[in-house]
């Protein structure tokens, strides 16, 4: 396992990390998920990323419990905090990044956490009073760094603008083969001022394992057909990007790689990419994605990857 620097910070993360979304506390059996969990560390992942919003703190309580007796400087925990938790517990106020923050810590059964990310950006808060009430919470020594995902390039160079408050090492956006916006405004935004990516969904939700057959419905153990967890997908299963996605597998084995470690390997091409978030439900997919890490490929089969998914996306676009 390789490790990068996470934006303007001290913290070392894994090329590949474990995220929760979807998996831990819902959709994954509990042993099934310490499985992964224990592999992760067998493998030297050494980031955990989780939100409070994942199975309304389902996820938080799982990882709360399967991390105790491991030391806590072996691992690099980052949780989120923005979308509702009740009908009146949402959103990014100096009162609820307080109250979201030390029920956060209690889930995870820890005194801080390394990184504490704002979900989405609260249109109905003003800017200046969450990055005050962000620089209390690490000022207070309950968080290390802090971090967005999904904000806009804009609303990321206002919080860079300001003065006497805490600086954000870390960006979570949505990055893959299969979307590539975040390369328009905020990777270079962010590349310019010490700011990190950590991309989720990197395989496409999974589209880009290769499993879903462009002519035969979603296998049964597959996250398509999961009443919890394929409602996200959907817009992934036209026939058109699967056909494209069935094209790379040649391109993957010219790589000697399987086609998730090439979708992992493209991500990591990025140099702004600190990390990419996979969700597993077996051990032996982070075993096989986690040796995406330090791969090197061809550029040259990268751009033919390219090509062929680009030709698909502009089918859709022009159907």
């Known amino acids: 396992m390789k490790y990068r620097k996470l934006g303007d910070s001290d913290l070392e993360v894994s090329e590949i990390s474990l995220g929760s979304w979807l998996t831990y506390g819902v959709g994954v059996e509990a042993d099934k998920a310490r499985a992964c969990l224990d592999e992760a560390f067998a493998q030297d992942i050494n980031f955990i990323d989780t939100a409070n919003v ?24 980052a949780t989120k905090v923005f979308f509702p938790m009740s009908d009146t517990n949402r959103g990014l106020s ?26 989405r950006y609260d249109w109905d808060t003003p800017l200046q009073e969450t990055m005050e009430a962000l620089t209390r919470a690490v000022d207070s020594g309950k968080v290390r760094y802090i971090g967005f995902s999904e904000w806009p390039a804009e609303r990321i160079q206002a919080a860079l603008d300001m003065s006497g408050v ?15 916006e975040p390369e328009k ?21 999974g589209v880009l394992s290769g499993k879903y057959d462009p ?15 394929g409602g996200f997908i959907s817009r992934l299963l036209r026939p058109e990007i699967l ?10 084995k010219d790589a000697g790689l399987t086609l998730p470690q090439f979708a992992l390997a493209w991500v990591l091409r990025e140099p702004n990419v600190a990390s990419a978030i996979i969700g597993a439900s077996r051990p032996e ?20 990857a390219e090509q062929i998914i680009g030709e698909a996306l502009a089918q859709l676009e022009t159907a």
């Not at 199975?55 to 690099?76: I, K, M, N, P, T």
């Not at 270079?188 to 939700?205: H, K, T, Y």
């Not at 056909?243 to 993957?252: S, T």
């Open 54 to 77: 994942y199975g309304g703190g389902a996820a938080e309580f799982f990882l709360g419990e399967a991390l105790q007796g491991r030391a806590r400087d072996s691992y690099v925990l």
């Open 94 to 119: 100096r009162a609820q990044i307080e109250k979201q923050l030390e029920d956060s810590l209690r889930r995870l059964r820890t005194d801080f956490v390394d990184l504490y990310q704002c979900h």
């Open 166 to 180: 805490a600086k954000f090492v870390s960006s979570q956006p949505q990055y893959s083969m299969l979307w590539r």
């Open 185 to 205: 405004e905020v990777i270079p935004v962010c590349a310019a001022n010490g700011i990190s990516q950590i991309v989720w969904s990197p395989l496409g939700q």
């Open 215 to 229: 002519d035969a419905p979603p296998p049964q153990d597959s996250r398509a057909a999961s009443d919890e967890m």
């Open 243 to 252: 056909r494209a996605v069935q094209d790379l597998k040649p391109i993957a």
């Open 285 to 304: 997919q982070v075993r096989e994605n986690a040796a995406a890490s330090g791969v090197v490929v061809d550029s040259q089969l990268f751009a033919r």
